[in-house]
C-alpha cells in the first residue's frame, strides 16, 4: 500500500464517522416564488439550541453563518444573530432550479445550504434542506401551434389518432390535467390516454366518415388545462388532412424496449435495430423510420435514426450525468394515416469519466482567494465546509477527500460528502507565516480520478512574545567624578513578534535619576556625576515594552558600580583626640587608638598614621592607631602631653590630614594627707571653765597634694571624745564645745582626730592626736606637758580619763587619795599582779609585732636597712614612745562607721607602767558638706571624651605611699595605712587611684622620721599659702 492508498483509506474512514455534536439537519417545506423576506423557520428554536453557556452560567453570543460559495446568488439568508432563515430578492423557481429533471408529482424538487454556528466554543454545522413546492406558475404547451394530422379517407369510426402532448413545467395537480377540443364540427372527437408513467396523450377520435373528395382539410383548436388554481391553459390550432387509403399500418415487433449503452460510446455506435412489417405490398410497404413529436431535441441531438434502417446510432457524445435515461418513440410510417409506434427506453451506463468535484465554501472570508487567521485562534478553528462530489455513480461514484501534506489542519467529515478544514494545532506565526496545500478529492473508479483545490492561509500575527533582553542583568561600571552624557552602553532587547508588535520602546524604572535612556535606540547615558562616596552601586531595572495590544513588556536588572578615584582625603573621627591616662601607667602601655576613616575604598583608602611633633614620648602604629606609651607618667610631674598626628592615604597622588593629640594624665591617690595644723603631737590647747558652747577650741589643718577628690579631705574624731564635750567640723577641721564645760571635766583631754581623703578606689588617712587642757589657767605648763608625755602609755582606742587619777591636778589627787586611802592599798596589790602578768605576755608580742610592722611600713628593702638603723639608735623611752602607733583598716569604705581597733606595743622601758591592748569603740559618724573645696579643678577638663579607651598592656606600678603622719620628733603621734602592707607593688592598675583606707588598727612597730624629712618647710609654706 502507498501512501496515496493509505490517504484514501483514512479519509473513506473518516467520512463513515460524523460527529452527531457538530452536525444536524434542518428540512423546510416552501413554495417557490415566495417574495423577499418571507420567513422560512428559526434554526435555534427548532434545534432547542440554549444560548446559556452551561460551564459559567452566562449569556453566550452565537453568530449564525450562511456557507455559501463565492459568486453564488444565495436563495435565502440567515440572520446572524437570531439564526432566522428569510427568502431574499432572488427568486425561488422551481421549475429553473430543478430543470431537466423529470419530476412526478411524488417526487421532491428541492435545494441544500449550510449554517455554521460561532464562535469555535459552540461550533455546529447545520445543514437544511428546503423542499420547494410547485406553484401553479406554467401554463401548459403545445410542442407547436399549429398541429397537422393526416387520416386516411377510410377510417373507421371511433379510429384513434395520437395528438402531440402538451408539456407543463409544473407538476402534479398544477401539471396537464385535461385537453378540449374546440369547433370539433361533430366530425371528430377527443379522448384522453393516460400512460404508466402518469402522462396524458390526447387522442383524435374519428366519429363519421370522412370523404377526401368532398373534404379534404379540417381546421380545429385544441386546448390544454392543467389542474392549478387559478387555472392556466393554452391552445394550438389542430388542422386534420384527409388523405388517400392505405390499408395496412406497419408494425413494430416490439413496442417497449429497453437498451443499455456505456456514456463513453463513440460516436456511430449503434444502440438498437428497430425493425417493423408493413402487410401491403409496393410503394404502400415502404416504412420510413422517424422521431415521435414527443422525442426531446436534445435527445434528437444525441441520437440518430436511420429513416430507412431503423437503426438509432450515437450521434454526438453521451453524458450520463447529463442525462442518464433517454425515452425516445420512433414511429414507423408507410405513408399511411396512421404510423406504428415503438417507444425505446436508452439508459446510459456510467463509465468513470468524471473526476470527483471539490466545492470549497469558506466560512472565514478569504481575501483574494487567502484566508487570514490569527496565530491565537484556538484549536479547531472552522476554516471551510468541503462538499466533494462526483457525477458518477456506484463505485466511481464513492469519492475520498484528504489534505495532501503535513499541516496543522484537518478534514472532519460531518456528512457522507461534506468535510470542515480547521486547525488541528495551535498556529505560531514566529514558526510559519503562511500555508498553501492542496485537498484531494479522489474516487474509487479504476483508474481513479481525482481533483485538487488549493487552500492559502496566511497567518496574522498577535502580540504573543514579549521582547526579551540579551542579558537579564546587565552590569556595568563607571569612574566617579564622570562627566554629564556619559555614554555608558546600549541596552538591547528582541521581539519574536513582527510589524508594530516588534517595536520596542525602552523606559527607565525607578532608582535610575542618575540616568537617560533613549527610548528608541536604547542607549543609557549618565544624567548627573557619580559621587562613588555617597552612592557606590546603582540598581534598577529597564523595561522594554512592544506597541502591541495590548502591548507585552520584559524587565532586565541594571547594575552600575561607580569605581573609586582618589578624591577624598583620610578624615579623623575627631579633630582634637583627647585621652585620659592614670599616672604612673608603665612604660610601652596602650594609651588611646586614634580612629580615621577615608571614604574612599581600596589602596586609595589604605591610610598610614605618623606623629608629627611629639619627642619621642608616644609610639604611633602607622595601621591600627593604637598610641602606647614611651615614658612613665606622673601628674604630678607633667598633667598633659599635645602633639600632632598625620594620616596620609595609598592614593596616587596621595592626600593626607592631620588631628590634634592631647594626652591627660589622670590623678591617682598616692599621696596622704598631710597635717599643718596641730603643728606637733605635744601641743595642747587650754579651754577655760568659761568658754561657751559652740565656742572654736582648737583647730585641725592638713593638705593633700593630689588633685580632685583624692584630695578632698574629711575630718573626725576617733577616739577621746567619751562625753561628747567636743565636736569637729568634717570639712574645716574646727573642733568647737558642743556643751558647757563642768567641773568634772576638769583635766586633760586627748583627741584622736582621723584625717582621710575621698580618694578612688580607695582612700588615705593619717591621724593627729589634739590635746585639750580644761581649766581656768595652765600656770604650770611642764606638768601639762608630763601629763601629755604620761599619756602615751594610753592606747589610742582608750580614753587617757578611764585609768586612776593621775592625769588630775595635784589638788583633786590629794583629795581622792584622803578619800579612798584605804582602798589605795588594795588597788596597789592588784595593779602590781596585773602589771606583772602583762609584762611578760607584752615583750612576746612586741618581738612579733616589730618583725610584723618592719615589713608592713618598708616600700622596699632600702627603706627596711633605714629603719633598723634609727631603730638601733633610738634607745632612749621618750624616743621609743614615738614609734608605737600604726593603724590598721578592716575596710576601705568609711572610717567614721566600722570600729577602730588599735594595739600599742611600748618598748622594754615603758612596759611596767601597765599599759595593754585595748578594743576601741566606734568613731562617731561625720559627713562631707557638698560644698567641699575641689583642690583640683585646675585640672578638669571640658573636652570630649577620644572614642577609645585601652587598658594597659602591662600592670601599673604605683608608688609607695608613707602612711604614717610623721610629726616632730619631741612628740610625735603618726597614724598611717596598713594597706600598703596587704598589697604589691605591681598589683594595681592605672585606673586604680589609691590603695589606702580610712580605717584601720594602730602598730607600735616600724621606724619613725621626722615631718621635714617627708614634707620639706617650703612646701608646707606653699601648701598652707594656697589653702
Not at 444 to 471: H, M, Y
Not at 667 to 692: E, G, H, M, Q, R
Request: one cysteine or more; aromatic letters at 8%.
Amino acid at each position: 500500500m502507498d501512501l496515496r492508498d493509505f490517504y484514501l483509506l483514512a479519509a473513506l474512514i473518516a467520512c463513515l464517522r460524523l460527529d452527531s455534536a457538530i452536525a444536524q439537519e434542518l428540512i423546510y417545506t416552501i413554495r417557490e416564488e415566495l417574495p423577499e423576506n418571507v420567513p422560512i423557520g428559526n434554526i435555534p428554536k427548532d434545534l432547542n439550541i440554549s444560548h446559556i453557556n452551561a460551564a459559567t452560567g452566562t449569556s453566550a453570543s452565537l453568530v449564525y453563518r450562511l456557507v455559501s460559495k463565492a459568486g453564488d446568488a444565495p436563495l435565502v439568508k440567515v440572520s446572524s444573530s437570531t439564526g432566522e432563515i428569510f427568502t431574499t430578492s432572488n427568486r425561488i423557481d422551481r421549475e429553473k432550479l430543478c430543470a431537466g429533471a423529470s419530476y412526478a408529482e411524488e417526487n421532491e424538487c428541492f435545494f441544500e445550504l449550510e449554517v455554521v454556528i460561532l464562535p469555535n466554543d459552540f461550533f455546529r454545522l447545520i445543514k437544511i434542506k428546503i423542499i420547494v413546492k410547485d406553484t401553479n406558475d406554467n401554463a401548459p404547451m403545445f410542442p407547436s401551434p399549429v398541429i397537422n394530422i393526416s387520416i386516411p379517407e377510410n377510417t373507421l369510426i371511433n379510429s384513434r389518432f395520437p395528438i402531440p402532448s402538451a408539456t407543463d413545467p409544473d407538476t402534479g395537480f398544477n401539471g396537464v390535467q385535461h385537453y378540449e377540443l374546440l369547433n370539433g364540427q361533430s366530425v371528430f372527437g377527443l379522448d384522453i390516454v393516460e400512460t404508466p408513467e402518469g402522462e396524458k396523450w390526447p387522442q383524435l377520435i374519428v366519429q363519421q366518415n370522412l370523404d377526401r373528395e368532398q373534404k379534404d382539410t379540417y381546421v380545429m383548436k385544441i386546448k390544454v388545462e392543467d389542474g392549478g388554481t387559478p387555472q392556466k391553459s393554452s391552445t394550438a390550432i389542430l388542422q386534420v388532412t384527409v388523405s388517400d387509403v392505405n390499408d395496412n399500418k406497419p408494425v413494430f415487433k416490439e413496442g417497449q424496449v429497453e437498451v443499455h449503452i456505456p456514456e463513453n460510446a463513440p460516436v456511430g455506435t449503434s444502440v438498437i435495430q428497430l425493425h417493423a412489417t408493413d402487410a401491403d405490398i409496393g410503394s404502400n410497404a415502404e416504412i420510413r423510420y422517424i422521431f415521435g413529436a414527443q422525442v426531446a431535441p436534445a435527445t434528437k441531438r444525441l441520437f440518430a435514426l436511420n429513416n430507412t434502417t431503423g437503426l438509432i446510432t450515437v450521434q454526438r457524445s453521451l453524458d450520463r450525468e447529463e442525462t442518464a435515461i433517454h425515452k425516445v418513440t420512433v414511429l414507423a410510417s408507410d405513408g399511411s394515416s396512421t404510423p406504428a409506434r415503438a417507444t425505446v427506453t436508452i439508459n446510459v451506463t456510467d463509465v468513470n469519466d468524471n473526476p470527483p468535484n471539490i466545492d470549497l465554501r469558506y466560512i472565514i472570508s478569504p481575501i483574494n482567494g487567502t484566508v487570514y487567521l490569527s496565530e491565537k485562534d484556538p484549536v479547531n478553528t472552522k476554516i471551510a465546509l468541503i462538499t466533494v462530489s462526483d457525477k458518477d455513480t456506484d463505485v466511481n461514484g464513492k469519492v475520498i477527500c484528504f489534505i495532501e501534506r503535513e499541516v496543522p489542519f484537518h478534514l472532519k467529515a460531518v456528512y457522507d460528502n461534506q468535510y470542515l478544514l480547521e486547525t488541528s494545532s495551535l498556529l505560531d506565526y514566529e514558526g510559519t507565516k503562511e500555508f498553501s496545500f492542496k485537498i484531494v478529492a479522489s474516487d474509487s473508479g479504476k483508474p481513479s480520478l481525482n481533483q485538487t483545490a488549493l487552500v492559502r492561509v496566511k497567518l496574522e500575527d498577535e502580540n504573543d512574545n514579549p521582547p526579551i533582553f540579551n542579558q537579564p542583568v546587565i552590569e556595568l561600571s563607571v569612574s566617579e567624578n564622570n562627566r554629564r552624557g556619559l555614554y555608558l552602553t546600549t541596552i538591547s532587547a528582541t521581539d519574536e513578534d513582527s510589524g508594530k508588535n516588534a517595536d520596542i520602546v525602552y523606559q527607565l524604572g525607578p532608582n535610575a535619576s542618575f540616568f537617560d535612556l533613549d527610548r528608541k535606540t536604547g542607549v543609557l547615558t549618565a544624567s548627573r556625576v557619580f559621587d562613588r562616596e555617597e552612592q557606590e552601586r546603582f540598581i534598577f531595572t529597564v523595561t522594554a515594552r512592544d506597541n502591541g495590544t495590548p502591548p507585552l513588556q520584559s524587565q532586565a536588572a541594571v547594575i552600575v558600580t561607580v569605581l573609586d578615584e582618589n578624591d577624598n582625603s583620610p578624615k579623623f573621627t575627631h579633630n582634637h583626640f583627647q585621652f585620659f591616662v592614670s599616672e604612673n601607667l608603665p612604660k610601652y602601655s596602650t594609651v588611646g587608638v586614634i580612629t580615621v576613616t577615608d571614604a574612599d575604598a581600596g589602596e586609595n583608602k589604605a591610610v598610614t598614621l605618623s606623629i608629627l611633633n611629639d619627642n619621642d614620648n608616644f609610639v604611633l602604629d602607622p595601621y591600627s592607631g593604637v598610641i602606647k606609651s614611651n615614658v612613665s607618667f606622673d601628674r604630678e610631674q607633667q598633667s598633659s602631653y599635645t602633639f600632632d598626628v598625620k594620616a596620609t592615604d595609598g592614593g596616587q597622588p596621595p592626600r593626607s590630614s592631620t588631628a590634634k593629640v592631647t594626652i591627660n594624665v589622670m590623678d591617682v591617690n598616692d599621696n596622704s594627707p598631710v597635717v599643718i595644723s596641730p603643728p606637733s603631737n605635744t601641743s595642747f590647747k587650754l579651754v577655760p571653765l568659761s568658754a561657751i558652747p559652740g565656742s572654736v577650741v582648737a583647730e585641725v589643718f592638713a593638705v593633700d597634694i593630689d588633685t580632685g577628690m583624692n584630695a578632698e579631705l574629711k575630718y573626725t574624731i576617733v577616739s577621746g571624745n567619751n562625753k561628747g564635750l567636743f565636736r569637729i567640723d568634717p570639712v574645716t577641721g574646727n573642733i568647737t564645745l558642743e556643751e558647757k564645760p563642768a567641773p568634772t571635766d576638769v583635766g586633760l583631754h586627748r583627741l584622736v582626730v582621723n584625717i582621710s581623703d575621698l580618694g578612688y578606689p580607695k582612700s588615705l588617712h593619717t591621724l593627729v592626736l589634739v590635746f585639750l587642757y580644761v581649766n581656768d589657767t595652765a600656770g604650770n605648763a611642764s606638768y601639762i606637758y608630763d601629763l601629755i608625755r604620761r599619756t602615751m602609755e594610753t592606747p589610742l582606742d582608750r580614753n587617757i580619763g578611764d585609768s586612776s587619777q593621775p592625769y588630775q591636778n595635784e589638788d583633786y589627787l590629794t583629795i581622792m587619795i584622803a578619800i579612798v586611802a584605804g582602798a589605795m592599798v588594795v588597788i596597789v596589790v592588784i595593779f602590781v599582779t596585773v602589771l606583772v602578768r602583762c609584762r611578760h605576755a607584752s615583750r612576746f608580742k612586741a618581738a612579733q609585732r616589730s618583725k610584723q610592722g618592719a615589713e608592713w611600713m618598708s616600700p622596699n628593702q632600702e627603706n627596711k636597712q633605714n629603719k633598723k638603723k634609727k631603730r638601733k639608735k633610738r634607745k632612749s623611752p621618750k624616743s621609743s614612745l614615738l614609734n608605737f602607733v600604726t593603724i590598721e583598716e578592716s575596710k576601705p569604705d568609711d572610717a567614721v562607721h566600722e570600729p577602730i581597733n588599735g594595739t600599742i606595743s611600748l618598748p622594754a622601758e615603758l612596759e611596767e607602767q601597765s599599759i595593754g591592748r585595748f578594743d576601741w569603740g566606734p568613731a562617731p559618724p561625720t559627713t562631707f558638706k557638698p560644698n567641699s573645696p575641689d583642690l583640683a579643678k585646675h585640672y578638669k577638663s571640658a573636652s570630649p571624651q577620644p572614642a577609645f579607651h585601652l587598658k594597659p598592656d602591662t600592670p601599673v606600678s604605683v608608688k609607695k605611699h608613707h602612711v604614717i603622719q610623721e610629726l616632730p620628733l619631741d612628740n610625735t603621734f603618726v597614724g598611717g595605712c596598713d594597706t600598703l602592707s596587704k598589697r604589691s607593688s605591681t598589683s594595681s592598675d592605672h585606673f586604680s587611684a589609691s590603695e589606702c583606707s580610712s580605717q584601720g588598727g594602730f602598730k607600735t612597730k616600724g621606724p619613725l622620721h621626722t615631718r621635714q624629712d617627708i614634707v620639706p618647710g617650703f612646701l608646707v609654706a606653699s601648701l598652707i599659702s594656697q589653702l
